[in-house]
């Protein structure tokens, strides 16, 4: 996205253990001296999660005038974020740790991100955005039946409380962890995202897993990118850590 | 919006009494020979309509290597449209004449408008909208409860058909004219549009009306651009124009 908009990229990525290459993120950051540092919360396609207030904090204090922008789709909604001070943009999607209906991508701006905020469309001026919101001039019709579904579920969230939910969404992952331990594998426990379980299965291809899921009902991704052909991803979001024990029976195959 | 895209605008206007210009038109188009041409088929502002097959097919003569872009929202799915060989772009709104909840806009375009097709933005790339539905790319996760809503709305209005849709927008604008004709004036008759009644109150200010609509139940917008503080307008879609003797005993003050 960032190359379309014509920007110059430098891609820095975790180790093979999944842990941040601080020294090398520590000299990119001094040679590049980048507007914009971009990560992710947790990294969807390898299940791993991203220590990111240290990040955040680290990127702060090496370059003072960059830009950060945090990706918390996976992660917003289920595991504790404090990104004031730290961050200048950060995203989410409603479907996933909010556990809202799809179409709805809920933002947090700094000031100093709104200040920084050229529109490269109509729809995504944020300034016209902001006046719409916060002043009632008009911008857009908005999606009503999405925006009061977002409200009753981000209701639904506090009133359960993030602490509450990330406990629900570990222990739905340390009950696959167990309980599929002979048939697959995964991410080192220290660095794994406790919403999105990666699962390599160990004897037979991930298409064969993912067909007997979408058999017994159950919408679970594929690999992608690194993990493309070799994962089925589950995700652990609020409520959908309930069906875990049913979800386990099917990835093993018990009774098929 | 083309503006903000760094577009040289030339704005044509329709004549004092909604008529389409042909004259300064064809000179327009002579002189500035544009890559562009835009123009909408019901004005909701005045509630007017445009004779946008003949306006098409004009500017088609007049211009052929000119793309031509039209505004169907306030149009498609309640009266006749065939821009098949004459517009290259069109697009709409889901909450308007298709009656389903807000949030999408669906979109037709012709081959020559999809080879013109530059991306503005990740979400404005057409080639990906494209990949993604026409060959299961991944693009963006859809709304998926309004692209059903939006299906089923479809549905229905496939079911009805679009002359027998016009006709009840076409009858509840009649019923309108009738009932109110002494206490409020309305565009000429041969432009006005069937969709948009733009109602302009003789003998009180619109913000009575619109309150008094407000207190009854009734959703109504005020004016807009050359119509602002001085009318009332009034969606006659679908299955709106079924509450039209209501509406217009509210509008009246009828028993208030």
Redesign the interface.
């Known amino acids: 996205?960032a190359r379309?908009?014509g920007a110059q990229v430098h891609v820095g990525e975790l180790t093979g253990e999944g842990k941040v290459p601080w020294g090398l993120l520590g000299d990119a950051l001094h040679s590049v001296k980048p507007d914009l540092f971009f990560c992710v919360h947790v990294d969807t396609s390898t299940g791993t999660m991203v220590p990111v207030h240290e990040v955040l904090e680290f990127v702060r204090n090496a370059s003072p005038y960059t830009l950060s922008v945090v990706d918390t789709v996976a992660s917003a909604g289920n595991v504790p974020l404090h990104l004031e001070g730290l961050a200048d943009y950060a995203f989410t999607?409603s479907?996933k740790g909010l556990s809202a209906?799809?179409?709805?991508a809920p933002i947090a701006l700094s000031a100093r991100g709104f200040s920084h905020a050229r529109?490269?469309?109509?729809?995504?001026?944020l300034t016209r955005i902001w006046e719409f919101w916060e002043r009632g001039k008009?911008h857009h019709?908005?999606?009503?039946?999405?925006i009061e579904?977002l409200e009753r579920a981000t209701a639904r969230v506090l009133e359960e409380g993030i602490p509450r939910r990330e406990k629900r969404s570990r222990e739905a992952y340390a009950f696959l962890r167990e309980a599929l331990r002979g048939d697959f594998d995964f991410p080192p426990e220290e660095v794994a995202a406790p919403t999105v379980a990666v699962l390599f299965p160990k004897r037979e291809p991930p298409e064969a897993v993912l067909a007997r899921l979408e058999a017994s009902g159950f919408r679970v991704a594929p690999g992608?990118g690194p993990t493309a052909g070799k994962a089925v991803r589950v995700g652990l979001f609020g409520s959908q850590a309930e069906a875990v024990q049913d979800l386990a029976e099917v990835l093993l195959g018990v009774g098929a």
Do not use: E, F, K
């Not at 209906?101 to 709805?104: C, K, V």
């Not at 529109?119 to 001026?125: F, L, T």
């Not at 019709?141 to 999405?146: D, F, G, I």
């Open positions: 996205m379309l908009r999607a479907q209906p799809a179409g709805l529109p490269a469309s109509w729809y995504g001026d008009y019709t908005p999606a009503v039946s999405l579904a992608i």
